[in-house]
């Protein structure tokens, strides 16, 4: 791990975070490190930290949070939210920083992938004729291959922030 | 009872068996399902990179339901946490709701926080009843050993679930086998994550993720493991033979969905539940109880 460097703080993204009024108290956070205590993925890696992520967001760390790999190795488990003895909403605003990251560009190909078969057909995955013939076989509905209406939805929307 | 069935994107396309069982108990259960051919996926996999189409895409099937005047049962548990965490938001957050109901007016929609979302675990649990249940049984599991894992979205985050079950100590799952007949079996790593997120950013991190709980069953000396929901059963069965591999282990442990469960103490066979899908065998279990 790099020593932290205080001088490459942005309070901006303090601000930036707190703005989303669910996700404020975050500055309360007592360093007990009870987060990183329970975390799954901290079982297995010293690369994923998340009271390291909470500190670096209270000295409003931007680079490192949103250009480094480590909010993208969150578990989504919300295990260290339940912990968390100030009710801080760690989970929640990781999450939302891996959307700051993505605004940022700093997107796993996995997840940039999905976002596009999303936006593409409103699904993961396509439900074609074979997979059809195989519902039907064990009894179940058929479905249509792609949801047209939620592609319609995600593509007029205004306003949206291009990355491309 | 009647729901609309929230099947999302993997159950009907990768895990037919755990739709398959809760289909054929529903059905003994008098729980009627509707299916609406419009539902798209839940949202979920767009919330680490766009939130708000994450929300608008939940808003929408969340509107679909209402439409027609109808509660929504949900299979898989991330689809359950992005549908009820979108209607806690959106009942919570007055410009949240006019912002989405905006984009929703769009395709000739609004959304008015009309229907509830359960994950079918918890309509077992609350609606069906656990007395009913056990008046369902018709074969005798007494002896099969059931290690349950809870997974994440199930029971979190807990502010959206209205205190259904505890998540620091759920017993929802193990109440609903209890009254099937099985033996619940307690275990260390009960509450951990399956990994199954971190797949798309780090397959070898996820795998070791899912790995820490299979060594810890495989010394606890279970029959199968139980569980609600496709992301979970990924890790656990599909990828049980290459997490194997992976680390010169050897667990064969089959892993059986809650419905797969219930349906063989109500006597059911193994095509009924989908049973011959499931990626380790459970043939030796079958033999065991006579199905």
């Excluded at chain 1, 700093?106 to 195989?134: A, H, M, R």
């Excluded at chain 2, 808003?59 to 992005?82: F, H, K, P, Q, Y």
């Excluded at chain 2, 103490?265 to 009924?272: D, L, P, V």
Aim: proline share 4%; with cysteine; glycine share 8%.
């Amino acid at each position: 791990m790099k020593r932290i460097n205080v001088r490459e703080s942005d309070p901006g993204l303090v601000e930036e975070v707190e703005s989303e009024e669910f996700l404020s108290g975050f500055r309360g956070c007592l360093g007990c490190g009870t987060c990183s205590a329970g975390c799954p993925v901290r079982r297995v890696t010293t690369a994923y930290d998340p009271m390291r992520i909470m500190r670096m967001l209270v000295l409003g760390l931007r680079q490192e949070l949103l250009k480094g790999d480590m909010i993208w190795l969150c578990s989504d488990c919300y295990t260290c939210q339940e912990n968390c003895p100030m009710d801080i909403k760690i989970t929640d605003i990781i999450n939302h920083l891996k959307n700051l990251a993505t605004q940022e560009r700093n997107i796993p190909l996995g997840v940039s992938t999905q976002e596009k078969l999303l936006k593409d057909q409103g699904k993961i995955y396509v439900i074609d004729e074979f997979d059809n013939k195989k519902r039907s076989k064990a009894g179940l509905p058929p479905l249509p291959a792609i949801a047209e209406e939620a592609r319609t939805l995600l593509a007029k929307r205004e306003g949206r922030h291009k990355r491309e | 009872m009647i729901y609309s069935l929230f099947l999302g994107c993997t159950i009907p396309a990768r895990s037919r068996n755990y739709e398959i069982s809760a289909r054929a108990i529903a059905s003994r259960l008098d729980i009627e399902f509707v299916d609406i051919d419009e539902f798209s996926c839940c949202g979920f996999p767009l919330e680490a990179s766009d939130e708000k189409g994450a929300v608008l895409l939940a808003a929408r099937n969340l509107c679909l339901a209402e439409e027609r005047g109808l509660d929504i049962c949900v299979l898989c548990s991330a689809c359950a946490s992005m549908l009820t965490k979108t209607a806690y938001h959106l009942k919570e957050n007055r410009e949240l709701r006019d912002e989405v109901n905006k984009e929703l007016s769009k395709v000739g929609k609004e959304y008015k926080g009309t229907s509830k979302v359960k994950h079918f675990a918890r309509i077992l649990l609350e609606d069906v009843g656990l007395e009913r249940i056990k008046n369902e049984v018709r074969r005798d599991l007494t002896g099969l050993r059931v290690a349950t894992h809870y997974g994440c979205h199930y029971l979190k985050p807990s502010y959206i679930y209205e205190g259904f079950d505890d998540p620091q100590d759920p017993q929802s799952l193990e109440l609903i086998l209890d009254a099937a007949g099985v033996t619940n079996i307690q275990y260390r790593h009960k509450k951990l994550c399956c990994g199954g997120p971190v797949l798309l950013t780090d397959e070898e991190l996820a795998l070791s993720i899912a790995r820490e709980k299979l060594v810890c069953l495989k010394d606890a000396g279970i029959d199968c493991m139980n569980l609600v929901c496709p992301f979970c059963d990924l890790m656990y069965d599909s990828n049980q033979k290459g997490i194997e591999a992976k680390f010169g282990e050897e667990y064969n442990m089959p892993v059986l969905y809650l419905p797969q469960i219930i349906g063989l103490a109500m006597g059911m066979g193994r095509k009924e539940l989908g049973l011959n899908l499931n990626s380790v065998s459970t043939k030796e279990l079958e033999a065991r109880f006579e199905v």
